[in-house]
């Protein structure tokens, strides 16, 4: 089984940088997308951004430009470089890994960590 460790999360001021990390508790094969997403209270979970194996990347909207996904495979870890920070950014963000063994799908969660704009 694989774990996903977030971390890096904190109180930033508007127009702040953040970066997260999210570590895999072992070398994870087959891996198809990991992401990252969010989801403030009340609200849904929404997708923030996503990393495919072959290094494409996709994100929201609302993050275009601030955000960057990118990956370190020698150290089993995800990355979430967060520029120009918003308000509307402060949510919990869990870190995914989607694992394709077989033709089955298999989702790892992080635990969330915690990231708040504000002044």
């Known amino acids: 089984q694989v774990q996903l460790v977030e971390s890096g999360g904190g109180l930033v001021q508007p127009g702040g940088s953040l970066r997260l990390s999210c570590e895999a508790s072992?070398?994870?094969?087959?891996?198809?997308?990991m992401g990252w997403y969010r989801q403030a209270p009340g609200k849904e979970r929404e997708l923030v951004a996503t990393?495919?194996?072959?290094?494409?990347?996709n994100y929201a909207d609302s993050v275009k430009g601030r955000f960057t996904i990118s990956g370190d495979n020698a150290k089993n870890t995800v990355y979430l470089q967060m520029n120009s920070l918003k308000p509307e950014d402060t949510a919990v963000y869990y870190c995914?890994?989607?694992?394709?063994?077989?033709?089955?799908?298999?989702?790892?969660w992080g635990q969330g960590t915690q990231v708040t704009v504000s002044s």
């Open positions: 995914n890994a989607r694992q394709i063994v077989l033709a089955r799908p298999y989702d790892y």
């Open positions: 072992r070398i994870m094969f087959s891996i198809n997308t």
């Open positions: 990393l495919t194996s072959v290094g494409s990347t």
